[in-house]
């Protein structure tokens, strides 16, 4: 690993010496400390490459979203992601060789100059992404990753390196906020997060540390001051507000080609990767055939269209057999082991819809997807204003701060449905109404109101799962740390001793068989042939399994 970014760190400086002019050296008072253009787009191209890393396409968010149970793919059946996996590689490869190596770059170039604001976002987005990380993996190279010296960075423990995340947050607001700074040169266009903006930034840093002091409510001791740290953001309040959510917006170009990669991958190029799962799709439904324990049985969520796009219209038939269809919904369960989850359903699958990917909105007249149902315009969402308020509802039904949790449920409900608008309007598609969103957060608010504390926990967790589709290592770090939502277990379906049982249509049978399910993983496994293979500091796990991460507890 680290041999491959000092590669790439000369090649750079080659390219850079040999590319320059006289009129471009003129410029700089020390061609040695680039000055604007670097800067620039070093910011700009490691936001796109964390962006990659965390997102969709070839990286981590195709697999993970199978173990958060939003959606079923082939590839990735029962819990199967292997050291050798493609997904991992790239993710874990794009985090070091560019994000991390970039940001410390940044840092580099822009401290001696005084500009600050650069240095200081470089700062947040390398606390963000190492914590990211390590909800991932857990132990990771930190402390010894970039040195020129060390070919072979140690690991280091997830609990040190959440906690130097927090400390690195607090220099970045520290740098932004930083009056006698010289600040010669600072980001404008080139951040395509915030454009810049300062007070923003500072209000993300604060919401990235109470999100990493919420995730580790269950192991306080591990973190310095974690009470005092907790309070003191409480008390001062500063977080992103309504429409500053942390998220990368894929836009409609196609040359070059801009669009969502699962726009791209499922629309444009027709793919079958993202099947919706049944059991989140039967949550948001309100149906029970294989959610028994669904917290909104009766509640169908009015974002259901804007989620999914069902391709079959109303009396057709779908291609081949298949295992699960309810209405128009055809999709295939987790770990299915039926001879019809196998057969081509590409023009008959139900989609990702418009609010993950930039689809198309569902108006209840199907048809096959292509290129031109949808545009590719969908955000890559991080940390959004609804997660936000989830985050404080927990923290506040848990008794870490004050405040009205129910309160709280709501104003992240309705974040999220006008989050969905937002998207929503990049295609001229109808929004939810004020009317079907009052009437949904009553609904949800009644089995809030009548749940136990637990019951309640789940609740808030249900619905942050729900708006956090296509955003799958929060979910996945939330599951591990709340329990909640209860993810698919055939145990917990209508026929345990013969698999699923769907809702009974024509090629769809009664009872689905389910392979027998592996142990939920609770860390992933390190990429095996390009870190394992070649770092003797790093040593594979032999059992993913069990609780590794130190908040997992």
């Known amino acids: 690993m680290k041999n491959r970014i000092k590669f790439l760190l000369i090649i750079f400086a080659l390219l850079f010496v040999t590319s320059c002019t006289k009129d471009w050296l003129d410029i700089n008072d020390n061609p040695n400390s680039p000055t604007t253009p670097e800067l620039s787009k ?23 979203s199978s173990y958060t149970h939003h959606l079923v793919s082939r590839e990735v059946q029962n819990y199967g992601m292997s050291p050798t996996a493609n997904n991992i590689y790239n993710s874990w490869n794009y985090f070091y060789n560019y994000s991390l190596a970039d940001f410390d770059a940044i ?26 990380m390590t909800d991932l993996w857990g132990d990771v190279p930190y402390s010894e990753f970039n040195i020129f010296e060390i070919k072979a960075p140690k690991v280091d423990k997830s609990d040190f390196i959440y906690n130097s995340a927090i400390d690195l947050l607090e220099k970045g607001i520290a740098d932004i906020q930083n009056t006698n700074a010289a600040n010669a040169y600072a980001p404008a266009s080139d951040d395509f997060f915030y454009n810049g903006n300062k007070d923003k930034w500072v209000r993300l840093a604060n919401t990235i540390k109470l999100k990493l ?50 726009f791209v991958a499922e629309y444009a190029n027709r793919g079958t990767t ?4 049944p059991y989140f799709y039967e949550m948001m439904k309100g149906l029970t055939y294989n959610n028994t324990k669904n917290p909104f049985a009766g509640i169908v969520d009015p974002r259901v269209p804007y989620y999914f796009y069902n391709q079959l ?14 209405g128009n919904f055809l999709s295939i369960f987790f770990a299915d082991n039926s001879s019809n989850n196998s057969g081509d359903q590409s023009s008959s699958m139900s989609k990702i819809g418009i ?47 004050a405040g009205d949790a129910k309160k709280l449920l709501k104003e992240g409900i309705d974040a999220s449905i006008a989050h969905v608008n937002t998207v929503a309007a990049m295609q001229n598609a109808p929004s939810i109404t004020a009317t079907d969103r009052d009437a949904f957060t ?3 608010l009644s089995k809030y109101d009548a749940a136990s504390d637990a019951g309640k926990l789940e609740i808030i967790m249900s619905q942050k799962w729900i708006g956090n589709f296509f955003s799958p290592i929060d979910a996945y770090t939330d599951y591990r740390r709340t ?27 009664a009872r689905v068989p389910i392979s027998l399910l592996t142990s939920f993983p609770r860390s992933l496994y390190y990429p095996a042939t390009t870190e394992v293979d070649l770092n003797p500091n790093i040593k594979q796990k032999t059992d993913v399994s069990v609780k590794f991460i130190f908040w997992d507890k």
């Not at 070093?42 to 993970?64: D, E, H, P, V, W």
């Not at 005084?114 to 390398?126: Q, S, V």
């Not at 209840?364 to 949808?374: W, Y």
């Not at 055939?490 to 345990?496: E, K, L, R, V, Y």
């Open 442 to 444: 009553t609904a949800v």
């Open 107 to 132: 840092i580099k170039l822009a401290e001696p100059d005084g500009n600050l604001i650069y240095a200081g976002i470089a700062k947040i987005l390398k606390a963000y992404t190492i914590s990211m």
């Open 213 to 262: 002091l919420l995730q580790t409510r269950n192991a306080k001791s591990d973190i310095t001051d974690w009470q005092k740290k907790l309070s003191d953001l409480a008390t001062a309040n500063k977080f992103i507000g309504s429409g500053e959510d942390f998220q990368f917006w894929y836009t409609s170009k196609t040359s070059p080609d801009e669009r969502h990669p699962a």
């Open 42 to 64: 070093m910011l700009s191209g490691s936001q796109r490459y964390m962006t990659n890393a965390l997102g969709q396409g070839n990286f981590i968010g195709n697999s993970l």
């Open 274 to 277: 993202y099947y919706i799962s």
């Open 355 to 401: 609010y993950p990917c930039g689809g198309k909105f569902d108006d209840g007249n199907g048809g096959a997807v292509s290129a031109t149902t949808g545009n590719g315009a969908a955000p890559v969402k991080f940390i959004t204003y609804h997660s936000l308020k989830f985050i404080l509802a927990e923290l506040v039904l848990t008794g870490e701060i």
């Open 313 to 326: 219209k109303t009396g057709q038939n779908a291609q081949n057999n298949h295992s699960y269809r309810e």
């Open 483 to 509: 329990g909640y939502p209860g993810l698919f277990n055939p145990a917990n379906t209508a026929d345990p001793e013969y698999g699923v049982n769907p809702t009974v249509t024509t090629n769809s049978p």
